[in-house]
């Protein structure tokens, strides 16, 4: 669909702000000792929601970890975050980091845990340049954060039942959804239908055999995992609707049979009704 210009600057945001955070994922990858490592939590507490990027369970402490993929140059004043080029004032991230490490010792107090929260915000991107930042705040620039990764290695950490007796306390503690997220609101007919390429979105694909293929960026994809990636779109964008062959004939708007498509859903999804009234879960 076609986006306002606030709303492509939000999912532009959103998106680097992911990138990052598959970044330090891959980097977390290298820890060898003991430690349970958990991503993208949404926990709430007296009320109030907080997400957090990765926490890293350790023997004797909780690393608290907030990751930004912010790009250029970058200064502090105050508690206040601006941009050198365009002056810009952004969100100072080690607010809501401590805000986080707060409401995440609340919730620890609640559970009855005694655990050391340490919170750090990691600026991931080599392109990153951040001027006057404090020593004594808890900020991992570019340059760090390789070193920062190594220093888990060089620290002893033994995990026992206590440590996956919290680990699987927060999981269960998770929320699903977020009801202060803004999205934008969109409706089935204005949402452009089709195949489009996994890789570069791009919908110059065409299908040769049992795959589409993109004119764009060259990139291969199998017709059925094609298939069931539209799937599963529909089922998170329409969740009230429900899943039958017509629907997602229309939906990929492709040049795949609805025969085709009733074999998909089979092999994936089960069968409900009977005749027309098909559907599937």
């Avoid at 609340?106 to 990691?122: A, C, D, F, G, R």
Wanted: glycine fraction near 4%; proline fraction near 4%.
């Amino acid at each position: 669909m076609e986006l306002t210009e606030k709303e492509k600057f939000r999912y532009f945001t959103l998106q680097k702000g992911f990138e990052g955070e598959i970044e330090f994922d891959k980097m977390a990858e290298s820890i060898l000792e003991e430690r349970y490592i958990i991503n993208d939590l949404l926990l709430e507490v007296n009320n109030s929601y907080f997400q957090i990027d990765t926490l890293i369970i350790s023997q004797d402490i909780i690393h608290l970890l907030d990751i930004k993929n912010y790009e250029g140059d970058c200064y502090l004043e105050g508690d206040k975050l601006f941009s050198v080029t365009t002056n810009r004032e952004y969100k100072n991230p080690i607010i809501q980091l401590k805000r986080s490490a707060t409401l995440l010792r609340q919730l620890l107090q609640n559970l009855k845990l005694n655990y050391l929260v340490e919170p750090s915000v990691i600026f991931i991107n080599p392109e990153f340049t951040l001027y006057q930042a404090p020593m004594d705040q808890p900020i991992i620039l570019p340059t760090q954060v390789k070193h920062f990764i190594r220093s888990f290695s060089k620290i002893p950490s033994r995990l026992n039942d206590h440590h996956n007796k919290l680990a699987q306390t927060l999981l269960s503690l998770h929320k699903i959804q977020n009801p202060h997220t803004n999205l934008p609101e969109y409706y089935y007919d204005q949402l452009q239908k089709g195949i489009y390429c996994n890789s570069c979105y791009s919908y110059l694909v065409y299908r040769n055999n049992k795959s589409y293929f993109c004119k764009n960026c060259g990139r291969q994809e199998a017709v059925g995992v094609a298939i069931l990636r539209n799937i599963k779109e529909f089922e998170l964008l329409f969740p009230e609707e429900r899943l039958t062959t017509e629907s997602i004939y229309g939906w990929c708007n492709t040049d795949i049979s609805r025969k085709t498509l009733m074999r998909i859903l089979r092999e994936h999804y089960t069968v409900h009704g009977n005749a027309r009234r098909t559907y599937y879960k």
